[in-house]
């Protein structure tokens, strides 16, 4: 820990230097955004200073340059999951439109009345709902996998739910209530010797782990750029390409056809049979730079340095008396959700707010968890690898005021 470079890496990030309510701030929500570097805010900046123009369908200079630049960043992506091939990544808004677009195109094509799909009670909406809705208009049983009393996910009960009529698991990579990083490699090979599919909702893990699809062998891996240093509105989804080849499209328009007639249409050739409509290039772009950013750094050396956060801020604030920690899995990424007693979180998180400390409220977007737990929601700190040792003694020193003025 001691020689990773949190100094330098955080004077990458302009908007850390700021103060709030004449504080430093100390920005612990990056589970629902991370900031950007410098160099992500330069890529943008760059793109439309020199290459700014339509993709994909001119001849002219700007727009053959700009072309190139977005096609240079799916490669980019391609290498940074070890996909096979490019046709494998399409460029979405962020997870929960690569989310839909499966549910949508896999639900058309593959489930019928009286066929099953199986998530889980710790999953966000995002991968949640669709496949609800999903299964509702189609007639098919919707499951749901529990969890222990850690937070961890119960894969015997998973795998238990598994039979001839499941056409898909969908589940979360890590839980962004608890921190749990689910054993997805394993319920993966497992699905697979009963011939199904499994989606993997990454929109947690691919800024805290190294992601390679192929060694996990996934389906379909989904994230969003926003929570991995890039710009918002531009995501990725992952799908295995024989897959992708035999969905239906998701949304029609410009980019995705072949040939339009009066009386048909032919659809594009992977990926772009799934881009339809003007991207967001300016997106791709800071997304480029974001991934140069994380390479540059490593993500095992950032997967280390968050674990040593972690485990530092799960010592010190177990130590607080009367505080409850949701989530306490073994194998878990770098979040601590928690209760104080019987202060309502969101006046917990009003107080620490007030100290220059940005944390998360509420039920984060998992209704269905935050129910199954009887609570009225979570705190959530949620720490990146600009995130230091001694911004956590600062949250914990919050938390001890919080408490005093509720005693
Ligand atoms: N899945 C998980 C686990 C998430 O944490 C989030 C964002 N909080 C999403 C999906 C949805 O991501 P987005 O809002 O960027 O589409």
Request: charged share 20%; net charge negative; glycine share 8%.
């Amino acid at each position: 820990m001691s020689n990773f470079p949190v100094d330098k890496i955080r004077s990458d990030f302009p908007i850390l230097a700021q103060q709030v309510y004449k504080r430093p701030l100390i920005y612990f929500d990056n589970a629902a955004s991370t900031q950007k570097p410098r160099q992500v805010i330069d890529a943008i900046r760059h793109y439309y200073e020199y290459d700014n123009c339509n993709i994909h369908r001119g001849v002219h200079y700007l727009s053959v340059k700009a072309t190139e630049a977005y096609e240079e960043v799916r490669r980019d992506v391609r290498e940074f999951v070890n996909a096979k091939s490019t046709r494998e990544i399409i460029f979405t808004k962020g997870a929960t439109e690569s989310l839909n677009l499966v549910a949508c195109s896999f639900g058309r094509r593959y489930v019928q009345p009286g066929d099953e799909v199986i998530t889980t009670i710790m999953e966000h909406h995002s991968n949640f709902v669709p496949w609800q809705q999903m299964c509702f208009e189609r007639g098919a049983k919707f499951r749901v996998a529990g969890i222990n009393a850690a937070g961890e996910l119960d894969v015997d009960g998973l795998k238990a739910q598994v039979n001839e009529k499941t056409r898909l698991i969908a589940l979360t990579h890590v839980s962004n209530v608890l921190g749990t990083i689910n054993p997805i490699r394993e319920i993966i090979a497992f699905a697979h010797a009963h011939n199904v599919p499994v989606l993997i909702d990454g929109a947690q893990g691919v800024s805290h782990l190294p992601v390679d699809v192929q060694e996990l062998d996934c389906d379909f891996y989904c994230f969003s750029g926003h929570k991995m240093y890039a710009p918002m509105g531009i995501g990725v989804l992952y799908g295995k390409e024989a897959l992708l080849e035999e969905l239906p499209p998701y949304q029609m328009g410009g980019e995705m056809i072949k040939d339009v007639f009066v009386d048909h249409t032919t659809f594009n050739e992977l990926p772009f049979k799934f881009e339809a409509g003007t991207p967001n290039v300016e997106g791709v772009m800071g997304l480029g730079a974001a991934i140069r950013y994380l390479k540059n750094i490593g993500m095992e050396n950032i997967a280390a340095y968050e674990a040593d956060l972690l485990k530092y801020a799960t010592v010190k604030m177990s130590e607080i008396e009367g505080i409850r920690m949701i989530g306490t899995a073994k194998h878990k990424a770098s979040l601590v959700s928690f209760l104080l007693g019987k202060i309502h979180p969101y006046d917990a998180g009003t107080i620490i707010d007030k100290l220059g400390i940005a944390v998360r409220t509420g039920h984060h977007c998992a209704m269905p968890l935050i129910e199954l737990l009887q609570i009225p929601g979570t705190v959530r700190a949620s720490f990146a690898f600009y995130n230091t040792e001694a911004e956590i003694d600062q949250l914990v020193a919050a938390i001890l005021r919080v408490k005093k003025m509720f005693e």
